[in-house]
Every structure is written in C-alpha cells, then in structure tokens.
C-alpha cells in the first residue's frame, strides 16, 4: 500500500423498513484530491482495497453479515475476479463501455451467482444491453425531476430488477421514491427529521433530553443520573443486562446502577444509558442509532489525538443527530439543553475546534474528502491516518455496542 493511508467509508442501502440490506464502500487514497472515480482512478482504488485494505480492517468488521456494493470498472471486470457471491455485489459504474468482451465476463459472473448492480441508471443502447444481467438499477433521484424518475421506473417495469434510489436526501424524497415501486434507498434521510413536529416530547424522548444534560456535566452525582435512569424501569433493567454482558467480561455479577458505577465509571454508565434511551425510541431505526454511537466515538477518538478532552467531543457527536431522533429543528432543541457555548457554535456553525472536527467526521461518513479542511486538522495534530482510524474504531464501537443492545 502506498505510504498514504487508504480512505474508506460505507454508505448503508436501506429497505422499506429502513433497516440496513447492504453498504456500499467506497475508498481513495488519501493524496488523492477527488472524490469522483476516473477509470484509472477506479481501477487502482478497488485494487487497491482487495490486495490490502481487509488484511488490516477485515469486510466483517466494516459491514457485518451485509452484502458490500463495490464499483467496478471496465478494467476489473474483464479481470473476472472470483467473488464470493453472498458477500459482494458488482456496481457497473456509469458511462462503462459495453461490448462482446464485456458482456461475456457478465456472463461469466452471473453463472458464479454474483449479483450485478447498475449505478446511476440513464438509458442509452449500452446500458440497455446491460439490462439482462442486472440485478439491481441505481437511480440518481436528486439529479432527476418526480416526472423523469417516475419515466424511468415504467421504463424498467418490464425487467427483473430491483430498484434502488440514491442520493435520497429527505423523508419526502424516501416517501416518494417507496410509493413508486423502489425497494432500496441510500442517501442520508435516515439523518434528518421525519417530520418537525409541534407537540411536546413523549416521555422517552424527555429522558433521552435529561441524559443529555446530565452527560455533559462534569460534576453530575450518581444519584441524580440514577434518579433519571429509575424513572424508566425497563432502561434500568436493560443497563444492568449490558453490563453484566460477555462485552464487558466481568467475573462478578453486577446487580444494580451503583455497582454498575463503581465498576465501569460514571462516564461510561452515562453513555450506555444515552444509547439505550436512544435505542428504546421505537419509531427510529437502529441504523440511526448505530450512526450516532460511531459518530460519536469517533470524536472521542479524534479528541485524544488533538488533546482535546474527549467528553464534549462525544456529546456533540451525539447532539450533531438529535434532531433526527427528536424530530424537531436542532437550534430549537440545543436551546433547551444546557450545553456549553463551544458546543453550541459547533453544532449550528461548525466553528472553533470542535466544529472542525465535526464536520470532517460528516464529511469522512459521506466520503466527501476533498471537502475536509485537512490544513486545519493537521494544525490540531489530525493526521488522515488518525481519521481514517477513528472512523473504523467508532464503527467497531457502535456494532459491538449493537449487538448487545440486540441481546438485552
């Protein structure tokens, strides 16, 4: 591998439940300025993450059980590489050139059962040929009028695919694009509000808001985290499951929050019970609840390269998705919550220390690494190599946290 860390990033493809069904991955050296694949770019990038990228990271880790979606150029899929069929799918990206040749190593990976997705679905004479061997059709929905898309969707009405929208960016657009037929979605609507709502919080959510105040104070009692978390009594017995879980390995039995405490730390119990209030609103998907937990451990972790103290970090990893899980507009809710000023300015302008680091974590989750002011986080002493690893140890987090949160 080249002395520049690889980049990498997942992006989820969500069903109708909004449940997870695959990620695409998506990687670049980190030298490189764009972050749009040329042919030759494509071909040296996916080489580069089959020759060497798993050997320190591993497909489990990044995506679990999930398929992965991974972009082919037309170099690589005349290589007809052996894939294991259950565990990746082709992306044919836009614009491939399509011939004899190229058809023959499709018909080569449909007889190995690997399913083959059409990105950025436009139809031309090429991609029409392409159509038999697909399985999946990826629709740019951002790039197209309600009127094109909805062309598009009769149009392939007729073949044997599955729809996937992406670049589905609200809950009206994922709404829309579901009542058309479409199967799959990816896009960030997962990270935005449902819909603003004007009622008052329901009583998990005003625990959730509670938690939250309490976690940022430094001088909070146990006895007034414990008052909250009693106030919910299925919280209680799920935080005292957690830590009596394998994940945490301990030889003696925990029985209550107070020894929950004197075992893990206050800190820690603090952030356990924020992710089981999060996990215990029903009406949002787990997925949001896994983005959140990432997302704020990779703050923690970018916090203790920038010797910065990693609480706050955390909690504005956490606050950075509240609207999402509150449904309402984030200025309101960082209003109501008493937050120190340094955090507030991060959240709404992305300012100070903080701010920065925020948004080159959004930025890395996205894979818009072109974006990330990398002079400014090499001031605060953040390498790529030290984003790239926060950004892989917050997803190890947050599945490991996931999995037992599954269990309790």
Not at 15 to 44: C, I, K, M, W
Not at 49 to 64: H, K
């Amino acid at each position: 591998m080249d002395s520049s860390p690889t980049l990498l990033a997942r992006q989820p493809i969500f069903d109708t439940q909004r449940q997870v069904h695959a990620y695409e991955l998506l990687f670049r050296d980190s030298d490189s300025n764009s972050a749009s694949l040329g042919p030759e770019d494509g071909d040296s990038a996916t080489s580069t993450l089959f020759s060497n990228l798993f050997a320190g990271v591993g497909l489990e880790e990044m995506v679990g059980d999930a398929p992965a979606f991974i972009n082919f150029t037309r170099t690589l899929l005349l290589q007809r590489i052996n894939l294991d069929p259950d565990r990746y799918v082709i992306e044919i990206l836009e614009g491939t050139e399509v011939d004899h040749e190229l058809l023959e190593a499709l018909v080569h990976y449909q007889k190995m059962g690997v399913k083959i997705a059409l990105d950025d679905f436009v139809l031309t004479p090429d991609t029409e040929q392409l159509l038999p061997f697909a399985d999946y059709v990826k629709v740019d929905v951002l790039a197209q009028t309600r009127d094109q898309i909805g062309q598009v969707v009769s149009l392939l009405s007729s073949y044997s695919v599955t729809l996937l929208a992406e670049k589905v960016e609200n809950y009206q657009a994922f709404e829309f694009c579901r009542r058309l037929g479409f199967k799959l979605f990816q896009g960030y609507f997962l990270c935005k509000p449902e819909n603003i709502k004007g009622k008052r919080l329901d009583s998990n959510r005003l625990i959730v808001f509670k938690l939250l105040e309490l976690i940022q104070d430094p001088d909070v009692h146990f006895s007034q985290l414990s008052a909250v978390i009693d106030k919910d009594p299925n919280l209680s017995i799920k935080l005292i499951k957690l830590v009596n879980s394998a994940f945490y390995r301990r030889n003696r039995s925990i029985e209550s929050i107070q020894q929950a405490v004197t075992m893990l730390g206050l800190g820690e119990i603090k952030t356990l019970a924020t992710m089981l209030s999060l996990a215990n609103l029903s009406d949002k998907p787990d997925a949001l609840v896994v983005t959140a937990l990432a997302r704020a451990n990779m703050m923690e972790q970018l916090g203790k390269s920038a010797n910065l103290d990693p609480g706050p970090l955390f909690l504005a990893g956490i606050l950075s998705l509240m609207d999402a899980f509150m449904d309402r507009l984030l200025p309101e809710l960082i209003e109501g919550l008493s937050v120190s000023a340094e955090i507030k300015t991060a959240l709404l302008e992305f300012k100070g220390d903080i701010g920065e680091l925020l948004k080159a974590c959004i930025l890395f989750e996205q894979a818009h690494w072109q974006k990330i002011n990398w002079e400014r986080l090499d001031a605060l002493g953040v390498q790529p190599e030290s984003l790239r690893s926060a950004y892989l140890g917050g997803i190890r987090v947050a599945r490991q946290v996931a999995d037992q949160l599954h269990q309790t």
